[in-house]
């Protein structure tokens, strides 16, 4: 007998995460943010991520290709869709939801 392919889409908690973070380097903003996505990743996706920090004085051409035009900008890459979320990250609903963490409404 064959087995049947499952049709349902993988476990959330074994998706990994794919994070850009760009930042301006002696910005509080910038600096409240990586705290705050140190926090969520490490509470929420426990080793499920990547987090790259990008400071645009110094990858200016990365921030340009990407399209930045605020910091800090948080680029979720993967799991698809791609989001983008701008700010500080201290609204925690907002950054789970951008994640696809949250369900809207939740």
């Given at each position: 007998?064959?087995?049947?392919?499952?049709?349902?889409?993988?476990?959330?908690?074994?998706?990994?995460?794919?994070?850009?973070?760009?930042?301006?380097?002696?910005?509080?903003?910038?600096?409240?943010?990586?705290?705050?996505?140190?926090?969520v990743?490490?509470?929420?996706?426990?080793?499920?991520?990547?987090?790259?920090v990008?400071?645009?004085?110094?990858?200016?051409?990365?921030?340009?290709?990407?399209?930045?035009?605020?910091?800090?900008?948080?680029?979720?890459?993967?799991?698809?869709?791609?989001?983008?979320?701008?700010?500080?990250?201290?609204?925690?609903?907002?950054?789970?939801?951008?994640?696809?963490?949250?369900?809207?409404?939740?």
């Amino acid at each position: 007998m064959k087995k049947l392919a499952s049709k349902t889409r993988p476990r959330l908690q074994a998706r990994r995460y794919v994070l850009r973070l760009y930042v301006r380097r002696f910005n509080v903003k910038s600096e409240l943010a990586l705290v705050n996505m140190k926090r969520v990743c490490e509470e929420y996706l426990q080793g499920r991520y990547s987090l790259e920090v990008i400071d645009i004085n110094h990858h200016a051409n990365l921030a340009r290709d990407e399209q930045i035009v605020a910091v800090p900008t948080l680029i979720k890459r993967l799991p698809a869709p791609l989001q983008r979320l701008v700010g500080d990250m201290s609204d925690l609903n907002r950054v789970l939801l951008g994640l696809d963490l949250k369900a809207r409404g939740q």
